[in-house]
């Protein structure tokens, strides 16, 4: 039986909607085992197309080609790599070489692919040199420096190492000189006697000097096929069939491509570490926000006063709104508050009379934006004493000296140009509060509050500055006790003597004196979780409120709006990194395009050369994982430090790198997964669902 067959096979193509071009018609052929067979004809007569349909580069329009008795066109990709790997070999017209590679690593390249170690295929290498007359010095130049003749005897020696079953020539001497040319058809007729050798040629006094058969073409049909002299040879080779290459193979091109395309692959890493960092911060910054806030508003030296009110909600039958009555607990339901949550201190509201917003004057000018605030004694537990940075907390509670925030101080010293440690304030406050009675002669009797007093602002406290306002900070005792021992005249003068903090006490629950409420204050600072269980435990009859909670509540949504905002362009500088990555691979395997068309054409698998530019990524992505980590590691304190000074919430970036869900090392494992499946993806599935190379149409674009 031949070894291979040509039925009726012709190969057309589409010249435009209607019309074909036929380059091969109805062509039946067989071929033996071994031999030379030499193919002539003018150009475009068909010789080229017809081997190439032998050795499966191309398919033809209609007849089929059988090697062994099987149609070649339906052979699987496994199948047609071990073909072109173990059976067919080619001596191309223009060489198709890697040209930034060796014509070491060239004639090479077909024995790595089919399995054999660097030294063994050197030296099967250096075997062949002398029949070639090949030296070490040409061996050891990249291809791109060597001269036509030297390139058409390295493109033979590559398609001669592997001691194929079909070797395929076509032009074999058609950049050779005389002696050269000589020299090549002495070893394609060495090789016919094991070998089946198919030439295509031009030169018609080589043909007949050295073929077995020689097959005339014109227009596409075989017009003449003669014997030139009796097949003698028989193919006694035993096609060792190899199931992987050597997995290195690959690494010189790797290394070749990846200085070649150096400034692209720049961008890339580039583009890599940006994705990188930006998800390791962003990362950061949702692991550690929630616990910086909570610690950081601690430190606020006001944390653990409160209000506290009874919610009366009015339904309406002819209304979907809710009304919300705001009145003072009663003095029973104040009693069971400290039986259940006995670490507060429970006082009258004040705040109608001596108000947070007092007139404030620096000698005769006023001075605007200033907060009156209470904390319950500067000399017990109740507040954290280690927030002072300047001047001193007073010793005994007393209205005459107050401690100021830093936010108070910068203020204050820009408005005065001066320090304000030991400056004066003059506080004002006036208020008018009218008593109803049951005497018709009289029915109420108005008495005015006065608040005037010159403090002196003795210490500064450092304390959280984001969302803050200046406050000045006095002692709530020292009202309460001022309130007890000043009286209201008037009604004094009705009812007999009382005290501006009777006054309150005995007022109706739904008199606006009483604030509709009560002050609460932490007896020791430290129990600031309490506070915040307590507001949540509480019932809806309770409102709770307190400004430094509201400040860790708008922080807590401002940061959580802030996540979700730069988890949304994590995933766009994500997807935007692959896409980047992906139009850069697809560049990359266009630009190489003819090279990966040899390497097929050579034996290599389809995923062996797409993963040419995986480990190409993944090498890019290696790289830009070791410097995204070197730059996190060194951004991370200097980026807290910036943050902190603007804002002083403490390490809000807290990237977990020893530890993650108490699995050491699991963070920076996942960040080196997802950076190398991102470099996957983006450069699998550009190559993956490309168009299929076409071999001929590759190698013969810009012959």
């Known amino acids: 039986m031949a070894l291979i067959e040509l039925n009726s096979v012709s190969k057309c193509y589409k010249v435009n909607k209607v019309e074909n071009k036929y380059v091969l018609k109805d062509v039946t052929l067989s071929f033996p085992e071994t031999g030379l067979v030499s193919i002539l004809g003018k150009s475009g007569s068909g010789k080229s197309t017809l081997l190439n349909l032998i050795g499966k580069l191309d398919d033809p329009s209609n007849g089929v080609v059988y090697f062994n008795g099987d149609n070649i066109a339906k052979y699987n990709e496994k199948k047609l790599t071990l073909f072109r790997k173990n059976i067919v070999s080619y001596i191309f017209q223009h060489y198709h070489l890697l040209e930034n590679q060796t014509a070491l690593y060239n004639v090479m390249l077909p024995c790595l692919l089919k399995g054999d170690s660097f030294s063994l295929a050197k030296r099967k290498v250096l075997s062949l040199i002398d029949d070639f007359s090949i030296d070490e010095v040409i061996l050891n130049k990249k291809c791109s420096l060597l001269s036509g003749g030297e390139k058409e005897r390295i493109a033979i020696m590559r398609a001669f190492i592997n001691e194929p079953q079909v070797l395929l020539a076509d032009e074999p001497t058609g950049a050779l000189d005389k002696d050269n040319a000589l020299l090549v058809m002495e070893s394609l007729r060495k090789a016919s006697e094991h070998s089946l050798v198919i030439v295509v040629t031009h030169n018609e006094q080589l043909a007949r000097q050295y073929s077995d058969r020689i097959i005339h073409m014109k227009d596409g049909k075989v017009i003449y096929d003669e014997k030139v002299r009796l097949i003698s040879g028989r193919n006694d080779n035993k096609v060792k069939r190899s199931l992987g290459g050597n997995p290195n193979w690959y690494n010189k091109i790797i290394a070749s491509n990846f200085i070649k395309r150096f400034k692209r692959n720049i961008f890339s890493l580039f583009a890599l570490m940006v994705g990188i960092v930006a998800s390791m911060v962003i990362f950061g910054f949702s692991n550690g926000s929630h616990h910086s806030i909570s610690v950081s508003t601690e430190k606020q030296f006001d944390y653990g006063v409160a209000s506290i009110s009874k919610e009366n909600k ?106 304000p440690l030991h400056l004066y304030l003059h506080l004002k406050d006036n208020k008018a509060v009218t008593y109803y009675t049951d005497d018709l002669e009289k029915p109420y009797i108005t008495d005015y509050f006065t608040y005037d007093r010159l403090v002196e602002i003795v210490g500064v406290v450092k304390e959280l500055t984001f969302l803050n306002t200046p406050k000045i900070y006095y002692p709530y005792v020292a009202l309460d006790k001022y309130l007890n021992e000043t009286f209201l005249n008037n009604l004094s003068e009705y009812q007999g003597q009382i005290s501006w903090k009777e006054r ?139 943050i902190k000074h603007f804002t002083t919430l403490i390490d809000i970036v807290d990237i977990p790198f020893k530890s993650f869900m108490g699995k050491p090392f699991l963070f920076p494992l996942i960040i080196i997964v997802s950076a190398l499946f991102i470099c996957l993806i983006a450069t699998y599935l550009p190559i993956m669902f490309s168009k299929k190379i076409s071999l001929k149409e590759v190698l013969n674009t810009n012959d």
């Not at 069971?336 to 006995?342: A, G, N, P, S």
């Not at 917003?357 to 109740?382: C, H, K, M, R, W």
């Not at 830009?624 to 304190?637: A, D, G, P, R």
């Open 504 to 642: 309150i006490m005995f007022a109706q629950d739904n008199e606006f004196i009483t604030s509709y409420s009560h002050k609460v204050f932490l007896k020791n600072s430290g129990d600031v979780y309490k506070l915040k269980e307590m507001k949540e435990k509480l019932d809806d009859e309770y409102s709770l409120n307190s400004n430094a909670l509201t400040i860790e509540e708008t922080l807590f949504q401002l940061v959580d709006a802030a996540s979700v905002g730069m988890e949304v362009f994590l995933v766009i500088s994500l997807v935007g990194t692959m896409m980047i990555i992906g139009i850069i691979s697809f560049a990359s395997y266009n630009e190489d395009i003819k090279e990966s068309a040899v390497l097929l054409s050579l034996g290599a698998k389809r995923d062996d050369v797409a993963a040419l530019y995986l480990f190409e990524n993944f090498l890019l992505g290696i790289i830009s994982l070791v410097l995204s980590f070197i730059i996190t590691t060194f951004i991370e304190k200097p980026l807290n430090s910036l």
């Open 314 to 419: 009015i339904k309406s039958d002819e209304s979907p709104i809710t009304l919300i009555q705001t009145l003072r607990s009663s003095e029973e339901e104040i009693q069971e508050l400290k039986y259940e949550y006995d670490f507060l201190h429970y006082c009258l509201s004040y705040d109608y009379l001596v108000s947070p917003a007092l007139e404030t004057f620096i000698n005769e000018d006023e001075i605007q934006g200033l907060t009156y605030t209470p904390v319950y004694s500067f000399i017990d537990s109740s507040i954290d004493k280690s927030l002072l940075v300047k001047g001193k907390i007073p010793s005994f509670n007393t209205l005459n000296q107050v401690v100021i925030n830093q936010t108070a101080y910068d203020y204050l010293k820009k408005e005065t140009k001066s320090d």
